[in-house]
């Protein structure tokens, strides 16, 4: 996630038990592109032991053949193509979730790069642009290209996050499909998992905004599935994860008012799991310095109480934050 999954971000994860695998915030590709020395460093100083996916984002074939070829010098396990993101800055110019307008120019998109991409060739993808029906126009395409893998997030770009996933698209997706699919989409619980794994059929799944509110969420799952207790964090244990949160945001020459203002990026999304009434998250954002933030999450995390850290229905506002973002 752009802006959220960087290199101290995974490490952090991993602390929590971790993904299996990995994906950089994407690299946008065109013409005069190079690759993001932040993000490649993700990739050459991984430190989670876990394959890691680099992610593109562009429509620009020669820049996307060039830098495809560019990320294969990499230690990486895949190059995926984001067919997804729905900023206006990033659709209207017919990149991420704008080329599900246009299946043909899609089509040539992946037949350029599966001619290139020596390692596994991966897509992430929403199910349209504003309407579902081309989702069927695009299976056929994802197939011809034989990709290894692809993500469905299961809403079109123009339902952005606020609509109803459709689980029961991305299981038709895994029906219509020769390679294995990822079902995407309001994750937010083990049991949710494993529901979403038996509904839709998906060979894995990819989570987002649930990892940054409960690290633990990857564990969990994996303790669910092997039919083992599900650890539980306490409200204590949630506050040790911000303070390490806090640390991890720290960079050389960082100022307090910065780190605090990249604490709030995590925050917005922990705090739908902390309490219903808005007030945490209503204060997080007003917060000016480290004093102030702990101040906060001292008097809503220090307890002992056990914090699902799903999100409660808060009137809200995660759309909000997601405004014109690159998400
Ligand atoms: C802040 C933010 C940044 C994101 N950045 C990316 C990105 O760079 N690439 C991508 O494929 N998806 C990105 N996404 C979308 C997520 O990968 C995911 O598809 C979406 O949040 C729905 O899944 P979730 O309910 O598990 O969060 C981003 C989402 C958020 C909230």
Redo the contacts with the bound molecule.
Sequence with gaps: ????TDLPFWGLMNRYGGADTY?T??FRVHADSRLEKWILKSITHNPTGRPVVA?MIGNDIPALVRTARELQNHPIAAVDL?L??PAPIVYRKCAGGGLLREPQRVDAILGALRDVVKVKFTV?TRIGFDDPAVFDELLPIFSRHSLDLLTV?GRTVAER?RSAVHYDIIAHAVAALPFPVLA????SSPAKALEVLATTGAHGL?????AIRNPWIFEQIRQQQNGKPVFQPRGHEVLDYVRALYSSAASPGITEGQQVQKMKKYLNFLALGVEPTGRFLHDIRRVATEAELFNICTLHLAHDDFMPLEPFAIPFRENDV?AG???
């Design positions: 996630m752009q802006d959220v994906y915030e994407y992610q984001n997804g993101c992430k997030h996050y995407n989409g309001n994750i990819m989570i987002g905004r649930a997601l973002e690159h998400a």
